[in-house]
């Protein structure tokens, strides 16, 4: 299965940015990049996928590798309701398009 | 929309017993998956089913068993509990893209069933 490298944890102080990173060294060319969020007791949430190009929504943007072995998740100005788990996932052409979900990230923000 | 429902929300049972975890979506997803998630962990797939008829296994499959007779439902049965299953469930469905293709789409989760086994 393809795999994806995150850092354990990552704290931010409230109202700056946050870059997320995320290494996918074995992506293949059709794999698309997904990133969830999970807050506490709660089910993931979905934030944002790409495949090639940049991408902005209204929740984050990602920023995507000209080779695409790497990713970005980046929130603009992190709140306190952004302190969540963070997963980075490649959704796979030739598995039925199951997703894989890694350890993650664990965002803190502080005030 | 309700979107992806589980129920229960919360189950305890005994050792031994079996139960089946209920998810149903309105958004005519064809794609759907069961994930547990245990305590300081992440996700891992149980089962996922890429259409009515249609079921394969994910990472942990052994204890569980599935069906999906229709677009809607994918339920998911534990036939011998035991309390290596206490865990929360999760279930979660996406659409195919304009190409037939599911990997450009993004999961909807329920809010997970909480199970404990005694």
């Known amino acids: 299965d393809a795999k994806t490298t995150q850092p354990n944890s990552m704290e931010s102080n409230e109202e700056e940015p946050v870059h997320l990173p995320c290494n996918h060294s074995?992506?293949?060319?059709?794999?698309?990049i997904h990133w969830y969020r999970q807050l506490p007791s709660q089910g993931p949430e979905y934030v944002i996928h790409?495949?090639?190009s940049n991408v902005n929504n209204r929740m984050a943007s990602l920023a995507i590798a000209e080779d695409r072995k790497s990713s970005t998740l980046i929130l603009h100005r992190a709140t306190l309701r952004d302190a969540a788990v963070y997963y980075c996932?490649?959704?796979?052409?030739?598995?039925?398009?199951?997703?894989?979900f890694g350890q993650g990230t664990e965002l803190s923000v502080k005030p | 929309n309700a979107g992806v429902t589980q129920t229960p929300k919360f189950q305890v049972l005994k050792t031994g017993q079996s139960m089946t975890l209920q998810c149903a979506q309105d958004?005519?997803?064809?794609?759907m998956s069961w994930y547990r998630q245990d305590p300081g962990m992440g996700l891992r797939l149980i089962h996922y089913?890429?259409?009515?008829?249609?079921?394969d296994q994910g990472e942990v499959p052994n204890g569980y068993n599935v069906s999906r007779s229709t677009t809607e439902d994918f339920p998911l049965r534990l036939l011998s509990a035991a309390p290596s299953q206490t865990s929360v469930y999760f279930c979660?469905?996406?659409?195919?893209?304009?190409?037939?293709?599911?990997?450009?789409?993004?999961?909807?989760f329920g809010n997970g069933t909480r199970l404990t086994v005694t």
């Open positions: 979660a469905s996406s659409y195919k893209d304009r190409g037939r293709r599911f990997f450009n789409s993004p999961l909807h």
């Open positions: 074995t992506i293949s060319g059709t794999d698309y």
């Open positions: 790409g495949l090639t």
């Open positions: 996932i490649l959704r796979v052409y030739n598995q039925g398009g199951k997703l894989i």
């Open positions: 958004m005519n997803h064809e794609y």
């Open positions: 089913s890429v259409g009515a008829g249609i079921t």
